[in-house]
């Protein structure tokens, strides 16, 4: 039978037609008849005409309109809780009770009470809609965070006789702007007092100051009743900003507060009454009062509205008292078995660890292999990948050799050595590019500015200024130690190929605090289930007046607590669940212009998380993608980084504020930002780069000095890779001779005037020097903190 003929290697085969579209015959052909499920189901749906389909979009449309108005006029009627105004001066001279004075007598039929407080009242039956009003005493900054902090509004209130915004004035702006500005308002006293003709452009005047912080915010004239009225239906009308930190979470302004201390006296029952706002509030939970730190509760209590609309006269407070007896309903009880704990760490088991013991044949091949087994001398605690890159040495020979010269720089070095352990910053070379120095003499001319001057201080602040601007010009340079073996230097580095893409594990050498905080397996997920649990619940208390009973609260601490904030208004938060667990927080944080001075890694400062303040010396590093982020050692001015720290675990957003108190106790806004996450699993790297030159240029090798200074440390560091500041790349060959020269080889010849980079890594924690922030002292502003 002859056989078909077949086509050889010169047969021309064309390519196939490529079609972006296929036709519909060519999609028939392909499937060959099947059909997917999701069609058969598609089929059956039951498609939309135009008109249903118009008339969709209307019920959707009409949905979300509803939804709106139903938000807008929760705020402020009668079954709601009241607008919650923060009046606050631009003026530090300007007295904001004439102010009050004229929204108090705005209109006939105004309804005007107070609590114990100091919150002022005021209810408007023609508008159906009631205000409370809240003044922070003037230069108190943390009165004024708290106050803004649960405000609905914003009332910025300034004089056209005086200088509309003063240094009070810019501040006050600047830390709303920082934490999250409420819905704002600005009023502007006294234009009826300038003569009629400048009027105008006095008003324009204080319009040209505010919009470079509220560009969009007109100005209102508040000198006679109706502009009160007209003040008090922009508020109840306007917009309201979100600030979504404290909408996520239940909260309320102490209306009345109240202690009852115990039998035994030690602690107490706070009752804290006030109108309570955001989401539903679980007596099981725990609530967070700023100032006095996290607590338990042992019921809530619900009272009648002693502010509503319906009164047409001021109650008494005896009126007030007999009306709150007879109204008073337990609406919760804490159950024990239920009830959050207060433990905030975790207690670490020793002994809680794989407890094996070895077996005859492993016992038997460790003592054969100690026998002829080579030494490596590495940091206690790496791993077996870590110390493989680590040249070997045997036991009777470079050992004893490099035991030797340990020993003899043993006593020069031992200051170095402890702080080495500490994981101080030695090796930036802060101590060694300063000499001890005499203060020179002062002239005497102005003894009063002398006085003025700590001499100590200024010597701090120039050592620092010069240690940023070197890191700034040749950052991770450091000098390798003459006297001191780098291998030994440096002992707790590594070589990576690439800072990138080589792996590092984050679970790898961790300290013993890390043993104490706890760990999401996914902090996002976790964050969306509990907003979604939150705001799923059946129990729902917005707007209703209530009472809190807060348990075991110090009684120390709130004798010092009231003494030092009778007038601050006290806020309640409640926490979500995990709130009050410690782990290592992360934030982004952002230089403010208030202040040129550096910030260096490790320093004390003042952080306020949301609800939250605390006092903790932060870690900053590079705000990067990726995996591992690299270490600064100061946080420059103009710059944005992140800070770590170990703190309670809070679910973003949240706004974060960084303080740094003064000499004078005096707080100075430094750095403003949010929250990134609550990741104990984030790799802070620190880097070093030691520096070598060439001594002898061949077409692709050459001879480099000056970066070590013996043979033994080119060995060491061998298997590393080297760079040029001009972009060479490559590795050392060999050691040549006794005093650090060595061989190197890279991929194309270097220039004279080239420099010889290796770059080393370690990963830096921070310390737990967490400490809450209370405030204990009147006389300084407020501004003198303890744990």
Same mark, same amino acid.
């Given at each position: 039978?002859?056989?078909?003929?077949?086509?050889?290697?010169?047969k021309?085969?064309?390519?196939?037609?490529?079609?972006?579209?296929r036709?519909?015959?060519?999609?028939?052909?392909?499937?060959?008849?099947?059909?997917?499920?999701?069609e058969?189901?598609?089929?059956n749906?039951?498609?939309?005409?135009?008109?249903?389909?118009?008339?969709?979009?209307?019920q959707?449309?009409?949905?979300?309109?509803?939804?709106?108005?139903?938000?807008?006029?929760?705020?402020?009627?009668s079954?709601?809780?009241?607008?919650?105004?923060?009046?606050v001066?631009?003026?530090?001279?300007?007295?904001?009770?004439?102010?009050?004075?004229?929204?108090?007598?705005?209109?006939?039929?105004?309804?005007?009470?107070?609590?114990?407080?100091?919150?002022?009242?005021?209810?408007?039956?023609?508008?159906?809609?009631?205000f409370?009003?809240?003044?922070?005493?003037?230069?108190?900054?943390?009165?004024?965070?708290?106050?803004l902090?649960?405000?609905?509004?914003?009332?910025?209130?300034?004089?056209?006789?005086?200088?509309?915004?003063?240094?009070?004035?810019?501040?006050?702006?600047?830390?709303a702007?920082?934490?999250?500005?409420?819905?704002?308002v600005?009023a502007?006293?006294?234009?009826e007092?300038?003569?009629?003709?400048?009027?105008?452009?006095?008003?324009?005047?204080?319009?040209?100051?505010?919009?470079?912080?509220?560009?969009?915010?007109?100005?209102?004239?508040?000198?006679?009743?109706?502009?009160?009225?007209?003040?008090?239906?922009?508020i109840?009308?306007?917009?309201?900003?979100?600030?979504?930190h404290?909408?996520?979470?239940?909260?309320?302004?102490?209306?009345?507060?109240?202690?009852?201390p115990?039998?035994?006296?030690?602690?107490?029952?706070?009752?804290?009454?006030?109108?309570?706002?955001?989401?539903?509030?679980?007596?099981?939970?725990?609530?967070?009062?700023s100032?006095?730190?996290d607590?338990?509760?042992?019921r809530?209590?619900?009272?009648?509205?002693?502010?509503?609309?319906?009164?047409?006269?001021?109650?008494?407070?005896s009126?007030?008292?007999?009306?709150e007896?007879?109204?008073?309903?337990?609406?919760?009880?804490?159950?024990?078995?239920?009830?959050?704990?207060?433990?905030?760490e975790?207690?670490?088991?020793?002994?809680?660890?794989?407890q094996?013991?070895?077996?005859?044949?492993?016992?038997?091949?460790?003592n054969?292999?100690?026998?002829?087994?080579?030494?490596?001398?590495v940091?206690?605690?790496?791993?077996?990948?870590?110390?493989?890159?680590?040249?070997?040495?045997?036991?009777?020979?470079?050992?004893?050799?490099?035991?030797?010269?340990?020993?003899?720089?043993?006593? *020069? @070095?031992? !200051? +170095?050595? #402890?702080?080495? /352990?500490?994981?101080?910053? %030695?090796? &930036?070379? *802060? @101590?060694? !590019? +300063?000499? #001890?120095?005499? /203060?020179?003499?002062?002239? %005497?001319? &102005?003894?009063?500015?002398?006085?003025?001057?700590?001499?100590? /201080?200024?010597?701090?602040?120039?050592?620092k200024?010069?240690?940023a601007?070197?890191?700034?010009?040749?950052?991770?340079e450091?000098?390798?130690p003459?006297?001191?073996?780098?291998r030994?230097?440096?002992?707790?580095?590594?070589g990576?190929?690439s800072?990138?893409?080589?792996?590092?594990?984050?679970?790898?050498n961790?300290?013993?605090?890390y043993?104490?905080?706890?760990q999401?397996?996914?902090?996002?997920?976790t964050?969306?289930r509990?907003?979604?649990?939150?705001?799923?619940?059946?129990?729902?208390m917005y707007?209703?007046?209530?009472t809190?009973?807060?348990?075991?609260?110090?009684?120390?601490?709130?004798?010092?607590?009231?003494?030092?904030?009778?007038?601050?208004?006290l806020?309640?938060?409640?926490?979500?669940?995990?709130?009050?667990k410690?782990?290592?927080?992360?934030?982004?944080?952002?230089?403010?212009?208030?202040?040129?001075?550096?910030?260096?890694?490790?320093?004390?400062l003042i952080?306020?998380?949301?609800?939250?303040?605390?006092?903790?010396?932060?870690?900053f590093?590079?705000?990067?993608?990726?995996?591992?982020?690299k270490?600064?050692?100061?946080f420059?001015p103009a710059s944005?980084?992140?800070?770590?720290?170990?703190?309670?675990?809070?679910?973003?957003?949240?706004?974060?504020?960084?303080?740094?108190e003064k000499?004078?106790?005096?707080l100075?806004?430094?750095?403003?930002?949010?929250?990134?996450?609550?990741?104990?699993?984030?790799l802070?790297?620190?880097?070093?780069?030691?520096?070598?030159?060439?001594?002898?240029?061949?077409?692709?090798?050459?001879?480099?000095?000056?970066?070590?200074?013996?043979?033994?440390?080119?060995?060491?560091?061998?298997?590393?890779?080297?760079?040029?500041?001009?972009?060479r790349t490559?590795?050392?060959?060999?050691?040549l001779?006794t005093?650090?020269?060595?061989?190197?080889?890279?991929?194309?010849?270097?220039?004279s005037?080239?420099?010889?980079l290796?770059?080393?890594?370690?990963?830096?924690?921070?310390?737990?020097?967490?400490?809450?922030?209370?405030?204990?002292?009147?006389?300084?502003?407020?501004?003198?903190?303890?744990s």
């Open positions: 039978m002859p056989q078909a003929h077949r086509p050889g290697h010169l021309q085969s064309n390519k196939t037609h490529k079609s972006r579209h036709s519909k015959r060519g999609i028939a052909a392909a499937v060959k008849g099947k059909v997917n499920v999701k058969i189901v598609r089929r749906r039951h498609i939309l005409k135009k008109d249903e389909r118009r008339h969709q979009a209307n959707i449309r009409k949905n979300k309109r509803e939804e709106v108005l139903a938000k807008k006029r929760a705020l402020g009627g079954r709601y809780p009241p607008f919650l105004v923060c009046v001066p631009l003026n530090a001279q300007l007295d904001v009770q004439s102010a009050l004075v004229i929204l108090k007598t705005c209109s006939e039929g105004v309804v005007v009470s107070q609590s114990e407080n100091g919150i002022v009242h005021i209810g408007l039956p023609n508008f159906k809609q009631h409370s009003f809240i003044c922070p005493e003037v230069g108190n900054d943390f009165a004024l965070l708290d106050s902090k649960i405000a609905d509004t914003a009332l910025f209130v300034s004089s056209a006789l005086d200088e509309p915004v003063d240094e009070w004035g810019e501040k006050v702006l600047a830390l702007m920082a934490q999250g500005m409420p819905t704002p600005v502007a006293m006294d234009i007092g300038v003569n009629p003709k400048k009027r105008t452009s006095e008003k324009q005047n204080v319009q040209k100051l505010i919009s470079k912080w509220l560009p969009e915010e007109k100005v209102m004239q508040l000198d006679k009743s109706s502009d009160g009225l007209n003040l008090l239906r922009r109840g009308n306007q917009k309201r900003n979100i600030i979504h404290r909408e996520k979470r239940p909260y309320l302004l102490a209306e009345e507060v109240q202690y009852v115990d039998a035994e006296g030690e602690s107490g029952t706070l009752k804290v009454s006030g109108y309570l706002r955001g989401m539903p509030l679980n007596v099981n939970g725990l609530v967070h009062i100032g006095l730190g607590f338990q509760m042992v809530i209590d619900g009272h009648e509205d002693p502010h509503s609309l319906s009164v047409g006269k001021e109650k008494t407070k009126d007030s008292m007999e009306a007896v007879a109204t008073v309903s337990v609406l919760q009880i804490a159950d024990p078995v239920k009830q959050e704990s207060l433990a905030s975790n207690i670490p088991d020793p002994m809680d660890a794989e094996t013991w070895p077996t005859e044949e492993e016992i038997a091949q460790a054969l292999e100690t026998k002829t087994k080579k030494v490596k001398k940091p206690k605690g790496w791993s077996d990948y870590q110390a493989a890159w680590i040249v070997e040495s045997d036991v009777e020979g470079e050992g004893s050799d490099a035991s030797d010269s340990a020993s003899d720089s043993a006593d *020069d @070095n031992e !200051d +170095f050595m #402890s702080c080495e /352990e500490d994981n101080s910053d %030695v090796e &930036d070379g *802060d @101590n060694n !590019d +300063f000499e #001890s120095v005499t /203060e020179s003499e002062v002239g %005497v001319s &102005d003894e009063k500015y002398d006085t003025t001057i700590d001499a100590h /201080e200024e010597h701090e602040m120039l050592q200024l010069a240690a601007k070197e890191d700034k010009q040749f950052p991770d450091v000098d390798t003459q006297d001191v073996p780098a030994e230097r440096f002992m707790r580095y590594r990576l190929e800072f990138r893409t080589s792996t590092w594990d984050p679970k790898e961790l300290p013993a605090d043993a104490r905080i706890f999401f397996e996914n902090y996002d997920r964050r969306r509990i907003f979604k649990e939150n705001e799923d619940s059946l129990i729902n707007g209703f007046y209530i809190i009973h807060v348990k075991n609260v110090r009684q120390d601490l709130w004798k010092a607590y009231h003494a030092a904030n009778q007038n601050a208004p806020a309640v938060f409640g926490l979500l669940p995990h709130e009050h410690m782990s290592l927080m992360n934030v982004v944080l952002k230089r403010t212009g208030a202040s040129d001075e550096p910030i260096k890694s490790k320093e004390r952080f306020q998380v949301g609800y939250r303040r605390f006092i903790v010396n932060p870690i590093s590079q705000h990067t993608n990726g995996s591992k982020h270490y600064e050692r100061f420059q944005t980084c992140v800070a770590t720290f170990f703190a309670p675990i809070q679910f973003s957003p949240s706004t974060v504020l960084c303080f740094k000499k004078n106790t005096k100075q806004l430094i750095a403003s930002g949010v929250l990134l996450s609550c990741n104990p699993d984030r802070i790297i620190k880097r070093i780069v030691l520096s070598g030159h060439p001594f002898k240029v061949h077409k692709r090798s050459a001879v480099i000095r000056f970066m070590f200074f013996n043979r033994e440390d080119v060995l060491y560091f061998k298997p590393c890779k080297l760079k040029t500041k001009y972009g490559g590795h050392i060959k060999e050691s001779g005093h650090g020269h060595m061989k190197c080889v890279f991929d194309d010849q270097l220039k005037q080239d420099t010889v290796l770059n080393l890594y370690k990963r830096m924690f921070p310390k737990w020097t967490y400490e809450n922030c209370i405030v204990t002292d009147r006389d300084s502003n407020s501004d003198v903190m303890e």
